[in-house]
């Protein structure tokens, strides 16, 4: 069985922790798109893990874990995550594999990203700042580095020393500071020495594992409506956040997929800019309160609102969701009455799928159906029929307004916080 999981909102859905849950059904947990703009949060006992570039299946012992082709790569970053989970005792040796043709994030791509961001002003994206969009230019451009590069010395070398070169004009044109070629050329190669025993071509090796039947988990990052073709384009990432990228991003053909989980909160939530129809700054200011909502990556406070299952259920067909892991339900114990935004109204109509312009959907307006809270905690609850009723029914709810069956509920940050339906 091999499982596709993807964020079905705007990311920070908590599909670390659903990973490591599903990781015991897998062999093998791939990364395929994204950056270490991710960042993946796992609480195992006292202990809080939080991942930017490597699976969350490194932490079951035994399984491993693959970066693929996909992804953007900080390889000084990459480093300091590998030796941060060594010191904690988490063994990588022959468990991590990372793809030779996955694309390099150099500094140039950091410096673009902040400077870009500060000329758009008002009208920024509100990105990680970790150089992802001028990574994937570059890659779209044709002119980016690779993991190969980095593991032949001479010709990254050459090839950064022409990138420098331009990217520094470029940089100096918008106001900010030139890179020392020496500098980058030094962090990166002495990053890619430390990595050299963990790059390989990983479609030849996850090719052989699928033949030997091993069973691959594919680990989306970000959501569906931070995707560069279907999410709030321009308030987007830069990589296809949705199922289709689990291909591309690794070299395993869509025929092989048997199952497609999409991992949703019991809310919306939204970190950056652009818009968010359901937000709500009673349900923000009640979910801060509780310390609950800030970024895993840059600590910033998300933007928190009513579900969205208008949004949802385009996720749903985009993705080919066949089933939901729903999270964070403790987040709205307290509440008397909560929310679910079922279609939008939009210049005089009712719509049920978003508009793809993200100024159009500034226009939207939600049309809510109302249900009754819970008033009860249920970060204890391990059974559905266990839940308060009213629970119950709102899970059912946001299940069948999305269309699709409801297989994993989330309580609590902790793994054993988690129960099949
Ligand atoms: P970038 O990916 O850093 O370019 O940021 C583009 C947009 O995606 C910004 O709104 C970010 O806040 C958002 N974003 C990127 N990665 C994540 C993530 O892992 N969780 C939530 N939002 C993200």
Known sequence: MNTILVGAQWGDEGKGKIIDVLTEEADIVVRSQGGNNAGHTVEIGKEKFVLHLIPSGILRAGKKC?????????????????????????????????????HLVLPYHRALDEQRELRKGRNKIGTTKRGIGPAYGDKAARTGLRMIDLVRPKTFSTKLKSRIEENNAILESLGGAPLSFREVEKAYLDAGRKLAPYI???????????????????????????????????FVT????????????????????????????????????????TECAEVSDMLHAMGR?????????????????????YARVVNGIDELAITNLDGLDTLMEIRICIAYECRGKRIAFPPNDAEELLHCRPIYRKFAGWQRPTSDVRHFKKLPVAAQRYLKALAELTGARLRIVS???QREQTFTV
């Not at 988990?217 to 959501?223: M, R, V």
């Not at 909502?293 to 259920?313: L, Y």
């Open 200 to 234: 390989t071509n990983t479609v030849v090796w996850l090719h052989g594992q699928l033949e030997k039947q091993k069973r691959i988990l594919f680990e989306g990052a970000q959501g569906t409506f931070l995707d560069i073709d279907f999410g709030t384009y321009p």
């Open 238 to 277: 830069s990589s296809n956040t949705t199922a289709g990228g689990s291909c591309t991003g690794s070299g395993i053909p869509p025929h092989r997929m048997d199952r497609v989980v999409g991992v949703m909160k019991a809310y919306t939530t939204r970190v950056g800019e652009g818009p968010l129809p």
């Open 411 to 413: 309580v609590g940050a």
């Open 66 to 102: 693959v970066i693929a082709n996909g992804v953007v790569i900080d390889p000084v970053a990459l480093v300091g995550e590998i030796e941060g989970l060594e010191k904690r005792g988490i063994k990588l040796a022959n468990r991590l594999l990372i793809s030779e043709t996955a």
């Open 293 to 313: 909502e800030f970024g895993a990556t840059t600590g910033r406070a998300r933007r928190c609102g009513w579900f969205d299952a208008v949004a949802t259920r």
